[in-house]
């Protein structure tokens, strides 16, 4: 059984930095695809950066170059480091997992911008 929880959110001004991380029980790397995904207030969730098992990665076009997704197999972790924070990086963060046609939440972490 997969279970996700998320910590590392919370306040930071505008430019700065905030790594968030999930810890991954009954993950199976060579499998899994792993994900960040996001929900601001009134808007849909949307997809932040993933991991295929292989280890390649792919970053929504609004967070290239600022936020880097990693993970360590030995601590079953996954992590969303994110630098250069925006106002509008303003949201829930998620962590996913996609087995096959199965996917997997955690609870989610709030990040707050401020300007």
């Known amino acids: 059984q997969v279970q996700l929880v998320e910590s590392g959110g919370g306040s930071v001004q505008a430019g700065g930095s905030l790594r968030l991380s999930c810890a991954a029980s009954g993950i199976i790397w060579v499998v899994d695809t792993v994900a960040w995904y996001r929900q601001a207030p009134g808007a849909q969730r949307e997809l932040v950066a993933f991991?295929?098992?292989?280890?390649?990665?792919n970053y929504a076009d609004s967070v290239k170059g600022r936020f880097t997704i990693s993970r360590d197999s030995a601590r079953n972790t996954v992590y969303l480091q994110m630098n250069s924070l925006k106002p509008e990086d303003t949201a829930v963060y998620y962590c996913?997992?996609?087995?096959?046609?199965?996917?997997?939440w955690g609870q989610g972490t709030q990040v707050t911008v401020s300007s």
């Open positions: 996913n997992i996609r087995r096959f046609t199965s996917d997997y």
């Open positions: 991991m295929v098992s292989r280890g390649s990665t």
